[in-house]
């Protein structure tokens, strides 16, 4: 080895602004409309489930927007992140190309989310609110926003799928630990819970039931509000922390990525590590690839439709301009790991579209086989979703072979896999295989939608 293994910032160093894609894109996002009209809507028709200053953040086109000193204050428990010089993974693969990760595991519950979860529970918390309502799938949401809620002092009812919370007791037991109240769902507590326990007592539930009951509870009580983990634009806002970080540690390494790479499910990570850099290349002139990294059993960006469609799947929110396979779309269960969002956010979907960023597909196996290849030379076990990351990584450093050339990868190592052992219990035992979302199956799903498709 001959430079640093890992690169270290002080507490200093943790960036005083979050950085706003929105001022520099060169073609604006298209606004959210009304179900209903069809009209586009005000921001004023979120300000039933999210507190005022969210909702300016959500389209304000100022280039940086400062970070609260108690947001700060409570980042320095985990941040600046180390980036680390992956050494024995090259060595593994035998490339010139020098490969650099951004880790986030660091943080108190193993991922980016806290990220946004703790600014968004401080902004609550500032407007009087006194309660959040979210949902979760497999946890990591959920427990991010417990940690951050409880430092606020705000209470939060987490909705957890009813088979996630039969079958993950260890993240429902992190969020009790940091006093949310974990509800499975669907569950008595909501009108649209009651209507499905009435025809199904037994339903294992879905993110969808989870989303309307966590966002009815939110807008039938005026002390409550409403969480979401990524996605919107004043979520990817707060994960530009991890590239702003990156790119002065970047600076100390004395490199300029060519590839930045990172995994794909609603688009927070990957616009945290990337738009710091795309900004680069928007307003310096330079010529960085960004690539979103999703799973081939949920394409959304690769083989979805630029059109309007629903955020959540039962189709409560504004419609929004996005690449989607269909709100209706339910991915595979083989799928271990999490990216089963069916739509890409508003703001990485239009840089999509103007062909700013770039997005591939990877198979579920290739997924784990770089995974366990990963942690057997650089020791860290990443969570299902980052192996998707890593697969991509393993492309681009091969090809640096094939063509002899010391190109400069930066991924996001957007969290530890510590509890999703179960997942990679379920490869060794050969229960994993990949999956394909055929062209059939994908035009049978958009047809159903009658939402308009947007003339490009
Ligand atoms: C939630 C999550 C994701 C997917 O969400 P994005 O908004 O696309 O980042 C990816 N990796 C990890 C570890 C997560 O917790």
Not at 418 to 430: E, K, V
Request: with cysteine; net charge negative.
């Amino acid at each position: 080895m001959t430079g640093l293994n890992k690169i270290l910032l002080s507490e200093k160093d943790i960036p005083e602004e979050w950085y706003n894609i929105q001022a520099d894109m060169p073609k604006p996002c298209l606004p959210a409309l009304h179900p209903g009209t069809g009209k586009p809507i005000g921001p004023e028709a979120l300000a039933p489930i999210f507190p005022e200053a969210l909702i300016n953040q959500e389209v304000s086109k100022e280039g940086f927007i400062r970070i609260p000193e108690e947001v700060r204050d409570v980042y320095k428990l985990w941040r600046p992140t180390p980036l680390y010089r992956a050494y024995f993974f090259e060595r593994l693969l035998d490339t010139p190309a020098r490969v650099y990760y951004k880790y986030e595991g660091v943080s108190p519950s193993g991922s980016h989310k806290p990220n946004t979860a703790v600014p968004q529970a401080y902004y609550n918390k500032a407007e009087g609110v006194k309660r959040l309502t979210t949902e979760t799938g497999a946890g990591q949401w959920g427990s991010a926003l417990s940690f951050a809620c409880q430092h606020f002092g705000l209470g939060l009812e987490v909705y957890m799928v009813r088979v996630s919370y039969d079958q993950k007791p260890y993240r429902k037991l992190l969020m009790n630990t940091w006093g949310a109240e974990v509800i499975a769902s669907p569950s008595d507590r909501t009108e649209s819970g009651k209507r499905v326990l009435a025809r199904d007592p037994d339903s294992p539930g879905s993110l969808g039931i989870a989303i309307s009951e966590a966002v009815e509870r939110a807008a039938k009580d005026d002390d409550t509000k409403y969480s979401l983990g990524s996605v919107l634009n004043h979520v990817l806002m707060h994960q530009t922390i991890i590239g702003l970080e990156a790119v002065k540690q970047m600076e100390i390494a004395g490199e300029i990525p060519d590839v930045v790479i990172a995994p794909f499910g609603g688009g927070s990570n990957f616009a945290g590590i990337a738009f710091p850099f795309l900004r680069l290349n928007l307003t310096q002139g330079m010529n960085i690839r960004c690539i979103a990294i999703e799973p081939a059993s949920c394409p959304k960006l690769t083989k979805g439709e630029f059109r309007y469609d629903f955020g959540d799947t039962v189709g409560l929110t504004p419609l929004l301009p996005m690449y989607t396979l269909g709100h209706n779309f339910i991915p595979p269960p083989i799928h271990a790991g999490g990216l089963r969002y069916h739509g890409a956010g508003v703001i990485v979907s239009q840089l999509y579209k103007d062909n700013l960023i770039e997005a591939r597909a990877v198979q579920q196996l290739a997924c784990f086989e770089a995974g366990v290849l990963f942690a057997k030379a650089e020791g860290i076990i990443p969570a299902p979703e980052a192996t998707h990351a890593i697969a991509a990584v393993i492309e681009e450093a091969k090809r640096a072979k094939e063509e002899g050339k010391p190109k400069i990868i930066l991924f996001n190592l957007c969290g530890h896999g510590h509890f999703d052992m179960s997942a990679y219990d379920a490869y060794f035992a050969g229960k994993l295989t990949n999956h394909y979302l055929t062209e059939e199956e994908l035009t049978a799903n958009l047809r159903e939608l009658g939402t308009p498709v947007i003339n490009l």
